[in-house]
């Protein structure tokens, strides 16, 4: 891989983060692209969803909306194994999602004045799951379980037809959907999916009808991210993902083995996945390197690995110490970030920015990716500086509800109209004063 050294230098976050290894990827450029798809779904609905699925997949599904019976069928014909590895990963993420629920918050600030937030499920969600080189039924999981635990009324998840499935979602995500009592199913993928999504159809080609959501979540390439930010606004979304990132803090009680392997199952991904390893230790880079030219062969993704592992956007980061270490891990924000250091519980306590954090040897991202109980929807790019993986309270919202009797209005009087006065708003403090006036 790629090696930055950054001994001896004293850089601030500002510049860490140039310094750091990034795929490119020009949103901008793709949003020229997609809007007019995006613009083409909201005047004229389903018929120009199917038009660009002929387009850009190359198959047209029987319908948009996947019929009950043949989600049915998927999960009757599901592998059990499969089935069981699936239900592993809802059991594990649903126990740590029923602990983030929250109840409503009651505060008296004075006497007679009291304050409630409460907290209220998004109405209607729309879940995107990609449908390009892996089969994603995780993604199922990890969209749909925190929306389901936080109440949302209606979930309509949305992924691309296959030509190999009769123009359906493959299988194993309609079963996927079936496990977790998801009915409203469409065969719609990339932006086009977004755009039906955001703004619904009057007619799916059926008779029936869909409503937009209010809130698309879920991962997808370039298209997906640009289409989203598209919609921004008139629906909510989750974040802007970029390609899949792994960054590794190691030193030399890491085991080259283990880290080989954990970078390359991130750049496994997609070309465009960043595999980034930052270390004080001459030797285990060496080593890795070594274990690197062991390991790939013997993987099916050969040329899509190397060419991640290649690519700008990986490398070998070379520190004085671990003390560095972390200040350029911070400076990164990695999707997700992995400890392999002696004391690596206490190294990871001092992590400020990452989606999620891996402590120790036997805490490889990829069982987060599948059934750690975390969530595998995190953000990219270094987003993790000002935001979270999904969760249930991505799904929540806060609302004030504030009540107050007249002796308590009375007690606020003069500050509020003090300062409506300092603001020049006599109005707002004429609205408080003629609930006194004889």
């Known amino acids: 891989m790629n090696v930055t050294d950054l001994r001896s230098t004293d850089l601030s976050p500002a510049r860490l983060r140039e310094a750091m290894p990034r795929p490119e990827l020009d949103v901008d450029a793709a949003m020229q692209s997609v809007a007019g798809v995006v613009e083409d779904v909201r005047t004229r609905g389903a018929e120009a969803v199917l038009e660009a699925g002929?387009?850009?997949?190359?198959?047209?599904?029987?319908?948009?909306?996947?019929?009950?019976?043949?989600?049915?069928?998927?999960?009757?014909?599901?592998?059990?194994?499969?089935?069981?590895?699936?239900?592993?990963?809802?059991?594990?993420?649903?126990?740590?999602?029923?602990?983030?629920?929250?109840?409503?918050?009651?505060?008296?600030?004075?006497?007679?004045?009291?304050?409630?937030?409460?907290?209220?499920?998004?109405?209607?969600?729309?879940?995107?799951?990609?449908?390009?080189?892996a089969v994603l039924p995780s993604s199922v999981v990890m969209n749909a379980v925190p929306a389901i635990t936080a109440g949302v009324r209606q979930i309509v998840l949305a992924s691309p037809p296959q030509k190999d499935f009769g123009g359906w979602p493959h299988p194993t995500i309609l079963a996927a959907c079936a496990l977790l009592g998801v009915e409203t199913v469409i065969a719609a993928g990339g932006a086009q999916a977004v755009a039906l999504l955001a703004h619904g159809a009057e007619d799916l080609?059926?008779?029936?009808?869909?409503?937009?959501?209010?809130?698309?979540?879920?991962?997808?390439?370039?298209?997906?991210?640009?289409?989203?930010?598209?919609?921004?606004?008139?629906?909510?979304?989750?974040?802007?993902?970029g390609p899949t990132e792994i960054a590794i803090l190691a030193d030399e009680t890491a085991d080259p083995r283990y880290v080989a392997a954990d970078l390359i199952s991130q750049a496994e991904h997609d070309p465009l996945a960043a595999s980034v390893l930052v270390t004080d230790s001459d030797e285990l880079a060496r080593a890795v390197d070594a274990e690197l030219e062991v390991q790939i062969p013997q993987t099916e993704h050969v040329e899509r690995i190397r060419e991640a592992l290649a690519g700008r956007q990986s490398g070998t980061i070379l520190v004085d110490d671990l003390e560095q270490g972390l200040a350029v891990v911070n400076a990164y924000g990695a999707e997700h970030l992995e400890i392999q250091t002696a004391d690596a519980a206490a190294v990871a306590a001092r992590v400020t920015n990452a989606g999620a954090v891996f402590v120790g040897s036997y805490s490889p991202v990829s069982l987060g990716d599948y059934n750690a109980g975390s969530n595998h929807v995190l953000p990219t790019g270094g987003t993790s500086r000002f935001g979270g993986g999904l969760a249930v309270q991505s799904f929540l919202r806060g609302i004030h509800v504030i009540e107050y009797d007249e002796p308590a209005l009375a007690a606020s009087r003069v500050a509020a109209t003090t300062l409506a006065k300092a603001e020049g708003l006599p109005a707002h403090g004429r609205a408080i004063d003629i609930r006194f006036d004889a």
């Open 205 to 241: 080609g059926d008779g029936t009808a869909l409503d937009g959501v209010d809130m698309i979540t879920g991962p997808g390439n370039v298209y997906v991210t640009a289409a989203k930010r598209l919609v921004r606004g008139t629906v909510g979304i989750d974040a802007e993902a």
């Open 54 to 133: 002929e387009r850009f997949d190359g198959v047209r599904p029987p319908s948009l909306r996947v019929p009950a019976e043949v989600i049915a069928e998927a999960l009757e014909t599901l592998d059990p194994e499969i089935r069981a590895a699936i239900e592993v990963s809802i059991e594990r993420v649903r126990a740590v999602d029923e602990a983030q629920r929250r109840e409503d918050e009651v505060v008296e600030v004075t006497p007679g004045g009291v304050v409630r937030q409460r907290w209220v499920p998004v109405e209607r969600v729309g879940l995107y799951v990609p449908g390009g080189r």
